[in-house]
C-alpha cells in the first residue's frame, strides 16, 4: 500500500518534469538581429554544406544574427526527433516526398505568399509546396530528369549526333546499339521516380482528382514497354550492375544511358572526372514528353519563434544571385522563372534540365502516398517476370486506400 | 487490511524504527532513474499506441485524441498494407528467430567445448578469435558482410570455383523454401495456401522460408553472436569439477555419453540464459537491417522491431510504430515464458528445482 503511494508521488512528480521539459521557452526581445537561427539540412556533400555555410554567415554579418547549419546524416528522422521533442529547427530541407504528409500534419508555416519575391518560382514549383490550395514554402533550387549519354560508348557503337532518340523507339534502338557484353545500353533507379516518366510519357497517371487511376492501359503499356527493353538485355538496374545507383552504373561505364537529374554533373566531377557525357532532354513516349521535377523547398515549423528573422534568410537564400552562387557551388537550378534562364545560358551543358521544366510533372506525394509507393518501388523488383496488371492493381488498391484515408 | 496494520506496528516500534525511510533514501536515486528512463517512457509509449499522436510537440498535449485500439487494429486485423507489412515483418524475423537461436547456440556451444580441452595448443589464440565478432560493431560487420555478399564477391568467388553460380546475396527475395520447392517443379501455390491467410499474408508466403538476403543475414548473425555465448557457456563448463569428470570416466562413460549425460544437464542453467538472451537478441534485431536500407530484398528483410522505427519516423504514423513494439514486446515475453516451461525440470528431480537450481 504505502509502495504503491510511493510510486504515485514519485510518477506524478517524474511527469511534472517531462511535460515541463515540453512546455515550448519563452522567448522576447527583437525579432530582428541578435537571433540564433538553426538550419538542418540534407546536403550531398562538403561542396553543398560549405556553400550553404557561407551563404547563411554572408546574411548572418550583415543582419546581426548567428546562423549555424548543420547537415543530416538522416533528415527525415532528424525532423522527426526535432519535432517530437518540440525542438525543430528553425529552417530546413522540406524534401518533396515528405511536404504533403508535413503539412497535412499541420507541421509547416505556411509563410511562402508572405516572401517578397513569392511570385518569382516557377509554376510547377508552387504547385509541388502547395497544400490545399495554399502556397507553404518557397522551393529551394530544383532538379528535371534528363538521358545521360557517355559520348565514348556512343561513338564507338557508330552512333551520331542524328541518333540522340527522341521517341520510345528510337531509345529501344539505341539501347540495343550500345549494349555489348560489358556494357549495358540503359540504366535506371529501380523505383517510382524513375519507372513513372514513363507511364506519363505513355499518357498515364496515378492520381485523378480523389481517384486512383494506377491500373490504367497507359501505366500497363510503360511497363510493358520497359519489360520489351528488359527482355533485349538493353535495361538492367544498377542492382544488377553492382553499383549503388544509375550514376555509379555510368561512371563505372556498365550502362551508356542512365536516366538521372543534374546532380549527376557533381558525381562524375567527384568520382569519374574522366567520363565523357551530355544530357539530353528525355525521349517522348506515345503520350507525349514528361519528365518528374523534384524540389526541396525551405521548411520553416509552424508557430516559429523567430519567423521575421527567418523569412529574410529565406528571401536572401532564395534570391537569384544566391541561387545562381549554389548552382555553380553544386549544380542546381534555380528555382525561379529569371535564375533557371540565366542558369540555362550560364550552363549550356544543362539546359536539357531546364527545357525539361515544359514538360515537367511533380511525382506522385500526397499524404500517405509514400507508403503505397514503397510497396510498389518493393514490387518493382519482379519487373523483369511479373504480368504488368498484376504490379499495377496492387498499386492501385494500395494508392486509393491512402488516398480515401487523407481525404478523410 | 489488519495484516497492514501488523505490518505497520511491527516497522514502527523499536529499535529498527526509521530503517523503513532510511532504506527508501538509499533506493531513491534507483528508484527516480528507474522511473525517469524506464517507467515513464514506455508508459509514455503505451500511450502514445492508444493516441492518434502524428510526433508533433508533446504525446500530452490536448490535440492528440485517444482512438482505442486502432493503432493495433490497424497492423493486424484491418487489411491494407499496414497490415501487410507487418505481416511480413513477422513472418521474416520468425525464420531469422528459428534458424539463429538454434544454431547460435549448437555453434557457440561446440566452440565453448572446443576451446575448453585441455589438450588444445594455443588456447587463448582461438578463444580471442571466436570472441572477436562479438566486440566488433555489428554495423562494420555488415559492411564488411556487403562487400563479401556482392554478385561478385568474395563469397561467391569460393563457390564459383566449384562451378556452382552464387545469387547476388543481399538483393535477392527468393525465399529458401521456395527456391527448394521450385527444384521439385512447384513454383505456384495451390488452392487454400494462395487465399490471405494470417496478418492478410497468404499460406504460400508464410512458407516461403528467409529468403536469400535474410539468410545472409543469419550467418551474420551467428558470426556475431557465437562469440558471446561461447564465454558464457565456457565459464560454466569451468565450473563443472574434475571430480564429475573422473567420476563419469569410472562409470565407464564415452565422450559422447559424457557429454550428453553429463556437460548438457550441468549446463542446463546457462543453456535456459543463453537460449532466452539469444530468442530476445533475435526478435529485436534491427541495425542490420537499418544499415541495409530495410526495404531492399522485396522487403523480406524487414522486421517488426525496423517497421516500428520506418512507421514512425517516416510515415508520421507514431502510434502504429509504438503498437508493433508493444505487441514485439508482449510476444517476446509469451516466448520467453514457453521456453522457460519447455525447459524447467520435470519428474523426480522436481526437488532441485525447488533448490534454486533454475
Not at chain 1, 200 to 216: H, P, R
Not at chain 2, 90 to 95: F, H, T
Not at chain 2, 349 to 356: E, F, L, V
Request: hydrophobic share 50%.
Amino acid at each position: 500500500m504505502r509502495t504503491s503511494q510511493w510510486s504515485a508521488v514519485a510518477l506524478a512528480a517524474g511527469l511534472v518534469v517531462t511535460l515541463a521539459a515540453c512546455a515550448p521557452a519563452e522567448e522576447g526581445g527583437d525579432v530582428q538581429t541578435g537571433q540564433d537561427l538553426t538550419i538542418l539540412i540534407g546536403s550531398s556533400g562538403e561542396a553543398e554544406t560549405t556553400a550553404v555555410q557561407a551563404a547563411a554567415d554572408a546574411w548572418a554579418t550583415e543582419t546581426g544574427n548567428t546562423v549555424e547549419v548543420i547537415a543530416a546524416s538522416d533528415l527525415v528522422q532528424q525532423l522527426g526527433q526535432g519535432f517530437s521533442g518540440n525542438n525543430p529547427p528553425d529552417l530546413f530541407y522540406m524534401p518533396w516526398d515528405q511536404f504533403q504528409t508535413y503539412a497535412a500534419q499541420g507541421f509547416l508555416e505556411p509563410y511562402a505568399d508572405d516572401l517578397a519575391n513569392t511570385a518569382d518560382f516557377l509554376p510547377a514549383l508552387r504547385d509541388q509546396f502547395s497544400y490545399d490550395g495554399q502556397f507553404y514554402c518557397a522551393p529551394k533550387d530544383f532538379s528535371t530528369l534528363g538521358l545521360q549519354i557517355n559520348l565514348d560508348a556512343w561513338e564507338a557503337a557508330g552512333l551520331t549526333d542524328a541518333d540522340i532518340p527522341t521517341d520510345w523507339d528510337q531509345l529501344a534502338t539505341v539501347a540495343a546499339a550500345l549494349t555489348t557484353p560489358d556494357q549495358v545500353g540503359l540504366s535506371m533507379g529501380r523505383e517510382y521516380a524513375r519507372v513513372g516518366v514513363f507511364m506519363n510519357q505513355a499518357g498515364g497517371t496515378l492520381v485523378d482528382g480523389a481517384t486512383a487511376v494506377a491500373d490504367s492501359a497507359e501505366n500497363a503499356e510503360a511497363l510493358d514497354y520497359l519489360q520489351g527493353l528488359i527482355a533485349d538485355g538493353s535495361l538492367k538496374f544498377p542492382q544488377e550492375l553492382e553499383a549503388g545507383w544509375g550514376g555509379e552504373a555510368f561512371g563505372l561505364g556498365k550502362a551508356a544511358m542512365v536516366i538521372e537529374g543534374p546532380w549527376i554533373n557533381g558525381a562524375m566531377r567527384n568520382d569519374f572526372p574522366d567520363r565523357k557525357f551530355i544530357s539530353v532532354e528525355l525521349p517522348a513516349g506515345p503520350g507525349g514528353p514528361s519528365t518528374f521535377a523534384f524540389s526541396n523547398c525551405w521548411g520553416m515549423p509552424v508557430g516559429s519563434e523567430t519567423r521575421d528573422a527567418t523569412l529574410d534568410l529565406i528571401e536572401f537564400l532564395t534570391s537569384d544571385e544566391q541561387q545562381l552562387a549554389f548552382a555553380e557551388a553544386f549544380g542546381v537550378i534555380p528555382s525561379t522563372e529569371s535564375g533557371s534562364a540565366a542558369y540555362a545560358a550560364q550552363f549550356p551543358e544543362n539546359a536539357a534540365f531546364v527545357a525539361g521544366v515544359a514538360s515537367a510533372v511533380s511525382p506522385v506525394a500526397f499524404s500517405g502516398a509514400a507508403a503505397a509507393l514503397a510497396d510498389f518501388n518493393t514490387q518493382l523488383e519482379q519487373i523483369g517476370s511479373a504480368d504488368p496488371s498484376a504490379l499495377l492493381n496492387s498499386l492501385q488498391v494500395n494508392l486509393q486506400a491512402a488516398l480515401d484515408e487523407a481525404n478523410g | 487490511m489488519a495484516n497492514t496494520a501488523a505490518v505497520r506496528t511491527r516497522r514502527g516500534g523499536g529499535i529498527r524504527r526509521g530503517e523503513a525511510r532510511a532504506g527508501w533514501l538509499f533506493v531513491a536515486p534507483a528508484v527516480v532513474i528507474t522511473l525517469v528512463f524506464l517507467v515513464i517512457p514506455i508508459m509514455l509509449a503505451l500511450w502514445v499506441s492508444f493516441s492518434d499522436w502524428n510526433g508533433f510537440q508533446s504525446p500530452l498535449n490536448p490535440r492528440v485524441n485517444f482512438v482505442g485500439l486502432e493503432n493495433y487494429a490497424a497492423i493486424t486485423v484491418d487489411s491494407g498494407l499496414d497490415q501487410k507489412n507487418f505481416g511480413i515483418s513477422v513472418r521474416n524475423n520468425l525464420y531469422y528467430v528459428l534458424f539463429v537461436v538454434p544454431l547460435q547456440t549448437i555453434i557457440a556451444l561446440l566452440l565453448a567445448v572446443q576451446v575448453n580441452r585441455a589438450v588444445l595448443r594455443g588456447r587463448g589464440y582461438f578463444r580471442t578469435a571466436f570472441y572477436f565478432p562479438s566486440v566488433t560493431s555489428t554495423v562494420a560487420i555488415v559492411i564488411v558482410f556487403q562487400f563479401l555478399f556482392t554478385a561478385s564477391g568474395a563469397v561467391n568467388a569460393v563457390i564459383g570455383a566449384f562451378g556452382i553460380d552464387g545469387p547476388d546475396w543481399f538483393n535477392d527475395s527468393t525465399g529458401v523454401f521456395h527456391g527448394l520447392l521450385s527444384v521439385v517443379g512447384i513454383t505456384q501455390p495451390s488452392g487454400l495456401l494462395a487465399e490471405p491467410g494470417f496478418l492478410g499474408i497468404s499460406g504460400w508466403e508464410w512458407l516461403a522460408g528467409p529468403s536469400v538476403a535474410m539468410s545472409s543475414l543469419i550467418m551474420l548473425a551467428i558470426f556475431t553472436t557465437s562469440g558471446t555465448f561461447m564465454l558464457l557457456f565456457l565459464a560454466a563448463l569451468q565450473s563443472i569439477g574434475a571430480e564429475i569428470d573422473e567420476a563419469a570416466l569410472m562409470d565407464g562413460a564415452g565422450p559422447a555419453r559424457k557429454f550428453f549425460s553429463i556437460t548438457i544437464p550441468m549446463l542446463r542453467p546457462t543453456l535456459f540464459t543463453v537460449l532466452t538472451l539469444g530468442l530476445i537478441g533475435s526478435w529485436q534485431v534491427f541495425d542490420q537491417i537499418y544499415v541495409l536500407g530495410g526495404t531492399s530484398a522485396g522487403g523480406t528483410i524487414s522486421t517488426p522491431a525496423y517497421l516500428a522505427y520506418r512507421s514512425s519516423f517516416v510515415d508520421l504514423e507514431w502510434g502504429q510504430g509504438a503498437a508493433i513494439a508493444f505487441i514485439l514486446f508482449i510476444f517476446i515475453i509469451v516466448l520467453t515464458l514457453l521456453q522457460r516451461w519447455a525447459l524447467a525440470e520435470r519428474g523426480p528431480r522436481r526437488a532441485r528445482k525447488k533448490a534454486g537450481l533454475l
